[in-house]
């Protein structure tokens, strides 16, 4: 009834095109539904409706069509597919659509529509170009934010200035801040602090107070303050007055800081705030990507300290592991050394005791080479078991007892590493055997089976606590604990029986 249709020469054609272009949509949608195509081309679907809808509104009176308002869903169409590009070339297309039709109007000596109505109509159309145009480019702009933080993976390199100065760029990217500072502190300590701008990364000397200090009632907040509104302090759900007296520090007014948006970093080991600063707009939603990039930034932080205890951690298991061996193989003879050197003193055979002197130390010198070798070598080489023989038996003569070996099977072999470790408690073994139960025999039995199991009996007089089962988690008081200590470290087990007939330890090492 209201801007009625008159299409009286064209109505034919008019239903014609309304019928077909109606049984298009639903062999499209169907296609879709059940999946008969996959996808169908932008272009293609795009294409149909702007010829369908531009033949529909040249039929049926030009620019003053009801059909007209159809071009709506062309223009949405237009702003998911290609954002406000599309926008603009179909809004082109419609103004080129406005002058074919006046100029037909003209040829047919038709009336045309006045030029009021016509601006009304055409300024229509623009209105809705314009604000489909603006929130496509809101769209691209988020979903490039979005592109953006989930391109950001950890960093490659191990260099901690490197890494924060990497860290806070591409937080700074994120908001297309100028930029960024995070200052944390670990279970409490000193405060640290690292800057990125002009395109570098700083790192601060650590100080007691925060070179930024947030108030109490915001210390667990995210807030902004905008260039545009700088009066106000805006949080996630509301808006604070007096923005200005929101910060204090020495950064406030060195940077300084105007405009910003900050959040609490609350990692597992790091506990802190991240201010990105300058160029920071005002939208909808950029509190929540600076919560969003803070976490980010706190999980790197998280990972840039458990890297670096983790390096502590293991430069002290490594240190701890040649203490163990200088124990169990340097101190061992230079203790023998000792006790010769002792007998020396006590008036004993001089020269038969300067010659055990003077073998334990070529021992020792050799066992140190070997360390060495040993060190630089590729530790996984598979090496005979056969090769422990030469080694026990110097480690017999060191320390004046019998000593047997008994290898199962005689051409089993091992890795390079668990030879040497393997020796190294076997050494341990025996000087604990002669030193501390006064053995004089001892037999060795090393079996290669699913695990490398390994017996020694002695006869001595035993330790002084009675028997002992070892756990592996349990550190045992006046025991040998290199022992221990190596099993543990290994994966393996370790059994220790003794008494006043003698000793006998068992330990079990998974192969390598």
């Given at each position: 009834?209201?801007?009625?249709?008159?299409?009286?020469?064209?109505?034919?054609?008019?239903?014609?095109?309304?019928?077909?272009?109606a049984?298009?949509?639903?062999?499209?949608?169907?296609?879709?539904?059940?999946?008969?195509?996959?996808?169908?081309?932008?272009?293609v679907?795009?294409?149909?409706?702007?010829?369908?809808?531009?033949?529909?509104?040249?039929?049926?009176?030009?620019?003053?069509?009801?059909?007209?308002?159809?071009?709506?869903?062309?223009?949405?169409?237009?702003?998911?597919?290609?954002?406000?590009?599309?926008?603009?070339?179909?809004?082109?297309?419609?103004?080129?659509?406005?002058?074919?039709?006046?100029?037909?109007?003209m040829w047919?000596?038709?009336?045309?529509?006045?030029?009021?109505?016509?601006?009304?109509?055409?300024?229509?159309?623009?209105?809705?170009?314009?604000?489909?145009?603006?929130?496509?480019?809101?769209?691209?702009?988020?979903?490039?934010?979005?592109?953006?933080?989930?391109?950001?993976?950890?960093?490659?390199?191990?260099?901690?200035?490197?890494?924060?100065?990497?860290?806070?760029?591409?937080?700074?990217?994120?908001l297309?801040?100028?930029?960024?500072?995070?200052?944390?502190?670990?279970?409490?300590?000193?405060?640290?602090?690292?800057?990125?701008?002009?395109?570098?990364?700083?790192?601060?000397?650590?100080?007691?107070?925060?070179?930024?200090?947030?108030?109490?009632?915001?210390?667990?907040?995210?807030?902004?303050?905008?260039?545009?509104?700088?009066?106000?302090?805006?949080?996630?759900?509301?808006?604070?007055?007096?923005?200005?007296?929101?910060?204090?520090?020495?950064?406030?007014?060195?940077l300084?800081i105007?405009d910003?948006?900050?959040a609490?970093?609350?990692?597992?080991?790091?506990?802190?705030?991240?201010?990105?600063?300058?160029?920071?707009?005002?939208?909808?939603?950029?509190?929540?990507?600076?919560?969003?990039?803070?976490?980010?930034?706190?999980?790197?932080?998280?990972?840039?300290?458990?890297?670096?205890?983790?390096?502590?951690?293991?430069?002290?298991?490594?240190r701890?592991?040649?203490?163990?061996?200088?124990?169990?193989?340097?101190?061992?003879?230079?203790?023998?050394?000792?006790?010769?050197?002792?007998?020396?003193?006590?008036?004993?055979?001089?020269?038969?005791?300067?010659?055990?002197?003077?073998?334990?130390?070529?021992?020792?010198?050799?066992?140190?080479?070997?360390?060495?070798?040993?060190?630089?070598?590729?530790?996984?080489?598979q090496?005979?078991?056969?090769?422990?023989?030469?080694?026990?038996?110097?480690?017999?003569?060191?320390?004046?007892?019998?000593?047997?070996?008994?290898?199962?099977?005689?051409?089993?072999?091992?890795?390079r590493?668990?030879?040497?470790?393997?020796?190294?408690?076997?050494?341990?073994?025996?000087a604990?055997?002669?030193?501390?139960?006064?053995?004089?025999?001892?037999?060795?039995?090393?079996?290669?089976?699913?695990?490398?199991?390994?017996?020694?009996?002695?006869?001595?007089?035993?330790?002084?606590?009675?028997?002992?089962?070892?756990?592996?988690?349990?550190?045992?008081?006046?025991?040998?604990k290199?022992?221990?200590?190596?099993?543990?470290?290994?994966?393996?087990?370790?059994?220790?029986?003794?008494?006043?007939?003698?000793?006998?330890?068992?330990?079990?090492?998974p192969?390598?």
């Amino acid at each position: 009834m209201f801007d009625a249709t008159e299409p009286a020469e064209n109505a034919e054609i008019v239903r014609a095109v309304l019928i077909i272009y109606a049984w298009y949509s639903i062999v499209v949608l169907a296609a879709l539904y059940w999946g008969w195509v996959r996808k169908l081309s932008a272009f293609v679907a795009h294409s149909v409706d702007l010829l369908a809808l531009s033949l529909l509104t040249m039929l049926t009176q030009g620019i003053s069509s009801p059909f007209l308002v159809v071009f709506n869903f062309v223009l949405v169409a237009a702003s998911l597919r290609w954002s406000w590009r599309g926008v603009v070339a179909t809004l082109l297309l419609l103004v080129l659509l406005s002058g074919l039709s006046v100029m037909a109007d003209m040829w047919a000596s038709r009336t045309p529509e006045s030029p009021g109505q016509l601006a009304i109509r055409m300024g229509y159309l623009f209105v809705v170009s314009i604000l489909l145009g603006y929130a496509s480019a809101h769209r691209e702009y988020q979903h490039q934010r979005l592109v953006t933080l989930a391109r950001w993976g950890p960093s490659a390199s191990v260099d901690r200035a490197a890494v924060l100065s990497e860290t806070l760029h591409r937080a700074a990217e994120v908001l297309e801040a100028h930029c960024a500072v995070a200052m944390w502190q670990i279970d409490g300590g000193p405060w640290e602090t690292a800057i990125w701008r002009n395109g570098r990364g700083q790192i601060l000397t650590p100080s007691a107070q925060p070179p930024i200090v947030v108030p109490a009632t915001l210390a667990k907040a995210t807030f902004s303050r905008v260039g545009a509104d700088p009066d106000r302090l805006n949080l996630i759900g509301a808006k604070l007055a007096q923005a200005s007296y929101a910060l204090s520090g020495d950064l406030v007014t060195a940077l300084p800081i105007v405009d910003y948006s900050s959040a609490p970093l609350e990692g597992s080991n790091v506990d802190g705030r991240l201010f990105l600063i300058g160029n920071i707009r005002g939208s909808d939603d950029h509190l929540f990507v600076t919560r969003i990039v803070a976490d980010r930034v706190s999980a790197e932080l998280d990972r840039q300290v458990l890297s670096e205890l983790a390096t502590e951690r293991t430069s002290f298991r490594e240190r701890e592991a040649i203490a163990r061996d200088l124990h169990d193989g340097l101190l061992q003879n230079l203790t023998a050394a000792r006790a010769q050197l002792e007998l020396v003193q006590a008036g004993g055979e001089t020269a038969g005791q300067l010659q055990t002197i003077r073998d334990l130390l070529q021992v020792e010198q050799h066992r140190v080479r070997r360390f060495v070798e040993f060190i630089r070598s590729m530790e996984h080489e598979q090496e005979a078991l056969e090769a422990l023989r030469p080694h026990l038996e110097e480690c017999a003569r060191t320390w004046g007892c019998d000593l047997s070996l008994e290898l199962a099977p005689k051409s089993a072999r091992v890795s390079r590493r668990q030879l040497n470790d393997l020796s190294l408690m076997l050494t341990e073994t025996v000087a604990n055997a002669v030193r501390h139960g006064e053995a004089q025999s001892i037999k060795v039995v090393v079996r290669h089976d699913a695990a490398l199991e390994v017996e020694v009996h002695d006869d001595g007089r035993g330790f002084p606590v009675a028997t002992s089962n070892w756990p592996r988690d349990v550190d045992p008081d006046g025991l040998p604990k290199s022992l221990y200590s190596r099993a543990l470290d290994l994966g393996g087990r370790l059994r220790i029986l003794t008494s006043t007939s003698g000793t006998y330890v068992y330990f079990e090492l998974p192969l390598q």
